[in-house]
Nanobody, 115 residues
Framework: QVQLVESGGGLVQPGGSLRLSCAAS????????MGWYRQVPGKQRELVAA???????DYADSVKGRFTLSRGNAKNTVYLQMNNLKPDDTAVYYC?????????WGQGTQVTVSS
């Protein structure tokens, strides 16, 4: 069973930065894709950023130029560096990993951007 554990969420002022971490129970290169999604109450979960095993990345238009997804040297962690945060970035952020037809989710971490 794959486990994903997120950390790094919190309260930050507009314009501030946070770095989210996702620690996987296995080697992240065993997954086809790893990603970060976010969800606010009453809305669908949306993709924020994703990275393939080969290293290709994709970002939502709303976060391009502000968020960066990267892989850690320990090979079991991915990070989401979030800069210039805006109130609209407030959401629960979830880490995901998929392999063939299977997908796993973390428990989520709250990010609140407010003055």
């Amino acid at each position: 069973q794959v486990q994903l554990v997120e950390s790094g969420g919190g309260l930050v002022q507009p314009g501030g930065s946070l770095r989210l971490s996702c620690a996987a129970s296995g080697n992240i290169f065993s997954f086809d894709t790893m990603g970060w999604y976010r969800q606010v109450p009453g809305k669908q979960r949306e993709l924020v950023a994703a990275i393939t095993r080969g290293g290709s990345t994709d970002y939502a238009d709303s976060v391009k130029g502000r968020f960066t997804l990267s892989r850690g040297n320990a090979k079991n962690t991915v990070y989401l560096q979030m800069n210039n945060l805006k109130p609209d970035d407030t959401a629960v952020y979830y880490c995901s990993a998929d392999r063939v037809s299977l997908i796993w989710w973390g428990q989520g971490t709250q990010v609140t951007v407010s003055s």
